[in-house]
T-cell receptor
């Protein structure tokens, strides 16, 4: 158990809908990272938050957004969902703002868009 | 160019034998970190081992060791005394630079341990 929690574990929804994925980092970790794992794109970095502030952006679509709350949990919002958004979404956390510590991954949220 | 290349889509190993999973990387930054993660069929990503670009010695963690050859830009994972529970996908990843925030992942190698 990495100490990173993600809810829900599975999510099935329809095209055009909006969903929210939730992540709680390891105790004491200030950074939260979101990754997407899909069959065609592999594992891709989406976005990072550090202590409530956006720190880095990767291949995140404009339909997607994230935030980190004062208690350090983070939410990834996916809107106007398309079939191609079906993927495993991981949250990871680390203690630093980047370049230092190991990122520990949560169990992931498996999203299926029908 | 791909930052991380894993050329072995699948590997088989006999139980109790050692196996090497290949990983090559591409960066011009002198500061970087290399990671290996394990992804069992259940889906979670489990951190295994880390090697920093300035580390003088190869990293080891229990049955896992990293064969780091800087000049060849390779960071192969060696699993000794394979167990049935080692059957999983294995991903090599790199973090570039001192202030880097994200990991670049390879395409993974599926390891199957045969009893």
């Amino acid at each position: 158990d990495s100490g990173v929690t993600q809810t829900p574990k599975h999510l099935i929804t329809a095209t055009g809908q909006r969903v929210t994925l939730r992540c709680s980092p390891r105790s004491g970790d200030l950074s939260v990272y979101w990754y997407q794992q899909s069959l065609d794109q592999g594992l891709q970095f989406l976005i990072q938050y550090y202590n409530g502030e956006e720190r880095a952006k990767g291949n995140i679509l404009e339909r997607f957004s994230a935030q980190q709350f004062p208690d350090l949990h983070s939410e990834l919002n996916l809107s106007s969902l398309e079939l191609g958004d079906s993927a495993l979404y991981f949250c990871a956390s680390s203690g630093d703002s980047g370049g230092g510590e190991t990122q520990y991954f949560g169990p992931g949220t498996r999203l299926l868009v029908l | 160019a791909q930052k991380i290349t894993q050329t072995q889509p699948g590997m088989f190993v006999q139980e109790k034998e050692a196996v090497t999973l290949d990983c090559t990387y591409d960066t011009s930054d002198p500061s970087y970190g290399l990671f290996w993660y394990k992804q069992p069929s259940s889906g979670e990503m489990i951190f295994l081992i880390y090697q920093g670009s300035y580390d003088q010695q190869n990293a080891t963690e229990g049955r896992y060791s990293l064969n780091f050859q800087k000049a060849r830009k390779s960071a192969n994972l060696v699993i000794s005394a394979s167990q049935l529970g080692d059957s999983a996908m294995y991903f090599c990843a790199m973090r570039e630079g001192l202030e880097a925030n994200n990991l670049f992942f390879g395409t993974g190698t599926r390891l199957t341990v045969i009893p």
